[in-house]
């Protein structure tokens, strides 16, 4: 599958909470996410990634592994994303170590999720807000077949519109690369 996703950067958080909030229950959740690469740096250079990420939130705690691949849709940045949830989170950063894999970059993310459905899709909207990192993001994603991929980011564009976030509001800006320029 790809998670076809648009990012964009929110002047007004508050409103834009407010309007997903008449829309959907939100889930408030806190990411402590780590990357991995190898030593060489080849999956960051290749646009991969290898993530455990530990959502901490109301219902709990839970931890996913996710791969994904380089991008298929430049302009978006949409990846194939492969996810499994992990019993033993510990153990799975173990096994990366074990199997050569090094912690690229690890931080927090603070995020207000929605599950939603908009042009006859189901659509997750995330508002972001990373500690490290000036400003509120909004991410608005959706899961396809690559077939389906213009079609579904021309419904999270209206999503967007709807809210009045324009096209000069998108970024390809990524959090690990945010925060690694910040620590430096």
Avoid: W
């Amino acid at each position: 599958m790809i998670e076809t996703e648009l990012k964009a950067r929110v002047h007004s958080p508050e409103e834009v909470m407010r309007q997903f909030d008449k829309l959907a229950p939100a889930r408030v959740e806190v990411y402590q996410d780590t990357y991995y690469d190898r030593p060489d740096g080849s999956l960051d250079k290749a646009g991969e990634e290898l993530r455990v990420r530990t959502v901490h939130g109301t219902d709990g705690t839970r931890t996913v592994l996710t791969y994904k691949a380089a991008a298929v849709d430049e302009n978006s940045g949409s990846k194939p994303e492969h996810e499994t949830r992990v019993e033993d989170p510990e153990a799975t950063h173990a096994i990366l170590r074990g199997l050569g894999y090094v912690p690229f970059i690890a931080f927090e993310k603070r995020c207000r999720n929605y599950d939603f459905e908009a042009h006859g899709r189901k659509m997750l909207a995330t508002l972001v807000r990373v500690p490290e990192i000036d400003g509120t993001f909004l991410e608005v994603e959706t899961l396809v077949d690559e077939d389906d991929l213009a079609p579904a980011l021309d419904g999270i564009r209206a999503v967007l519109t709807d809210l009045g976030i324009g096209p000069e509001d998108l970024t390809r800006e990524t959090y690990t690369g945010a925060v690694a320029a910040q620590r430096r």
